[in-house]
């Protein structure tokens, strides 16, 4: 069992800057909560104030409602894995597994069978006698990996474990870790600036801007329903267009005018924002080729005029002019065949689009 709970929790270094602003949490036991957020947005400094590696200027956290702000890391029954995977080099691959238990005075069979048992586990059962410099990056990660299971702590913190391997391995290591995470039922909190890795892996995803935690939720509610421009264009790849536009009410009907097209709306709750400017926001996916129009999607005509062409087999990134300052992305069918210069109707669903207030930033 393990539940975490940051309250209130400010981390001011002794320097005076602040890396982490007032943050409430609250993390269910057996959960998968992937902590997200551009560099130096304060994920670290959080993640190493539970573990208890960094102080807390203000605020408490808890586990399982035991206040633990004030307790060593080694009282607060968690493990964590660490970006350099930390393992020692001196020390075979079952030392380096054995170490923490060995420090607790877990008798020597014991170690002997959850060392064996978390080696088989990972698949590296058949390189315990070797050192860390004779393993290959993924390998390494497991021994990390490993020796925070052979502790059997309530919670797992993983501060960006993936980020050295390369693209294929961190791909399957990210389904392994997904695997890991139900086969063991325990409670991981996951560091990544990734956007990708934090879709994939987390139940559900805090995204982090500035030390300010910015939304919490599942990754298709964020995807779907981002709270604020931050995560907006934080989640996706390529990122969500934004244009400048203003509303305006037409029969009733509020309507979308950006400088080159307009839009209606089928909402009703915009009454505050007619005649106001607005930023629109817009994925890539929700612009389509006039001729691999879904059906059932309504298409509103924009001409733009195709700059860059990006083939990628299962669809085409295609960058395309609407003035000569603004640009839109759009994700395409893959037989959408188009050359830079062309002029083209791209469609827009407007049933998919985001509006965002300009001065607070915030979904409207
Ligand atoms: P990254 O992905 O680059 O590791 P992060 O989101 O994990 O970034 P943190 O490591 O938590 O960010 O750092 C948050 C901010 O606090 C950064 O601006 C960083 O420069 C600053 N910071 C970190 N450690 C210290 C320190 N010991 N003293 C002063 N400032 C620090």
Redesign the pocket.
């Known amino acids: 069992m393990a539940s975490v709970r940051f309250e209130r929790v400010t ?1 001011q ?3 005076g ?1 602040v ?2 602003k007032d943050l409430n949490l609250d993390i269910c036991d057996r959960e998968f909560l992937v902590l997200v ?12 104030m539970l573990a208890g590696l ?1 102080s807390i200027t203000s605020g408490h956290i808890y586990i399982d409602d035991r206040r633990v702000s004030d307790l060593p890391p080694k009282d607060r029954d968690i493990a964590m894995v660490f ?1 350099s995977y930390a393992l020692y080099p001196h020390m075979s691959v079952f030392e380096n597994m054995a170490f923490s238990l060995e420090l607790q005075g877990v008798p020597k069979a014991d170690i002997q069978q959850r060392v064996k048992q978390a080696a088989t586990q990972l698949g590296i059962d058949t390189l315990l006698d070797r050192k860390p410099k004779q393993l290959s990056g993924g390998q390494r990660q497991r021994v990390a990996v490993g020796r925070a299971i052979v502790r059997n702590p309530s919670a797992f913190l993983m ?2 474990p993936l980020s050295n391997l390369d693209a294929k391995l961190r791909v399957q290591a990210r389904a392994e870790l997904n695997k890991l995470h139900k086969r063991l039922g325990t409670t991981f909190i996951y ?3 990734d956007q990708v890795e934090a879709m994939t892996m987390g139940s559900r995803i805090a995204i ?1 801007n500035q ?1 300010i935690l910015q939304q919490i939720d599942t990754p298709q509610t964020i995807y779907e329903q981002p709270n604020n421009i931050f995560v907006a264009g934080f989640l996706g790849s390529p990122s969500m267009n934004f244009l400048e536009a203003t509303l305006h009410s037409h029969d009733h009907q509020p309507i979308v005018k950006t400088s080159r097209f307009s839009l209606p709306l089928k909402r009703h709750n915009l009454e505050a924002y007619i005649d106001r400017p607005v930023i629109l926001g817009i994925r890539p996916e929700s612009i389509y080729h006039p001729n691999y129009l879904p059906p059932g999607i309504a298409g509103h005509d924009i001409q733009a005029e195709v700059s860059v062409v990006e083939t990628m087999g299962h669809e085409r990134i295609v960058y395309a002019a609407l003035s000569r300052e603004e640009e839109i992305v759009a994700r395409l069918d893959p037989r959408a065949n188009l050359t830079p210069g062309e002029t083209i109707n791209l469609q827009i669903d407007s049933d998919r689009i985001h509006l965002f207030d300009p001065d607070t930033q915030q979904a409207i």
């Open positions: 981390k270094y002794e320097n800057y890396a982490v957020g551009p560099s130096g947005c304060g994920k670290t400094t959080s993640l190493r960094e970006q501060d960006e560091v990544t600036h982090m030390g």
